[in-house]
């Protein structure tokens, strides 16, 4: 089946700038779109997400932003802090239907964001 | 209100034997997974269930069993641990009608 890639599998930043993590999926059927956070020695933790109806999607220091025609995602963060350091995955919901069986979320490799203080 | 938590934190095990990581969730959620995360490999589908009573193949099923045991607990048996197996196992929830999973903290499993 199809899954979601990375561009970058490290990035390094300093304090305070602001960081863009990439990510290509290839499924032109996916309609739901997921960034985790996991932080070493845990488990992912939800950041946010965004559907395929909608472009951009903020949250606090986060935004997400699709480009369908290009099936590009990416996650912005703005003020990066010390406390961002961890690896960031994307993932895509490849079924519409996600009552049940048909539900599917396929994750990116990752990528590793270190700041810099 | 805990979310998902996962027993043990660590294992160790030596081939051919057996053991059963156990997960369980608090948040009333019907469907349960179970992923391996290996370097460079990203999260991978091993097992699922829907909703209580089912039980369904991943990407990656093959040496592991699984039991939904009720609503709160679905756990993961290796009956037969192999070196290949040695990864971190992380269990997961979620809700009717959301997309969204909820991650337990890991079992980090190495077999020798």
């Known amino acids: 089946g199809e899954s979601v890639g990375l561009h970058l599998p490290t990035l390094s930043v300093q304090e305070g700038d602001n960081s863009i993590i990439n990510c290509a999926y290839s499924?032109?059927?996916?309609?739901?779109f997921i960034w985790y956070k996991q932080e070493s020695g845990k488990g992912p933790q939800f950041i946010i997400d965004i559907r395929s109806n909608m472009d951009k999607r903020q949250g606090q220091r986060v935004t997400v932003l699709l480009n369908k025609t290009v099936k590009h995602l990416s996650l912005q963060i703005a003020a990066t802090q010390p406390g961002d350091s961890a690896v960031y995955f994307c993932?895509?919901?490849?079924?519409?239907?996600?009552?049940?069986?048909?539900?599917?979320?396929?994750f990116g490799k990752g990528t590793l964001l270190t700041v810099n203080p | 209100n805990a979310g998902v938590t996962q027993t043990p934190k660590f294992q160790v095990l030596k081939t051919g034997q057996s053991m059963t990581l156990q997960c369980a969730q608090d948040?009333?959620?019907?469907?349960m997974y179970w992923y391996r995360q290996d370097p460079g490999m990203g999260l991978r589908l091993i097992y699922y269930?829907?909703?209580?009573?089912?039980?369904d193949k991943g990407e990656v099923p093959n040496g592991y069993n699984v039991s939904r045991l009720n609503k709160r607990e679905f756990s993961l048996r290796l009956e037969s641990a192999a070196p290949s197996q040695t990864s971190v196992y992380f269990c997961a929830s979620r809700g009717q009608g959301s997309e969204k999973l909820f991650f337990g903290s890991g079992t980090q499993l190495s077999v020798l």
């Open positions: 993932a895509e919901n490849e079924e519409r239907n996600s009552g049940g069986s048909n539900y599917k979320l396929t």
């Open positions: 948040m009333n959620h019907n469907s």
């Open positions: 499924n032109s059927a996916s309609d739901y």
């Open positions: 269930s829907a909703s209580e009573g089912t039980t």
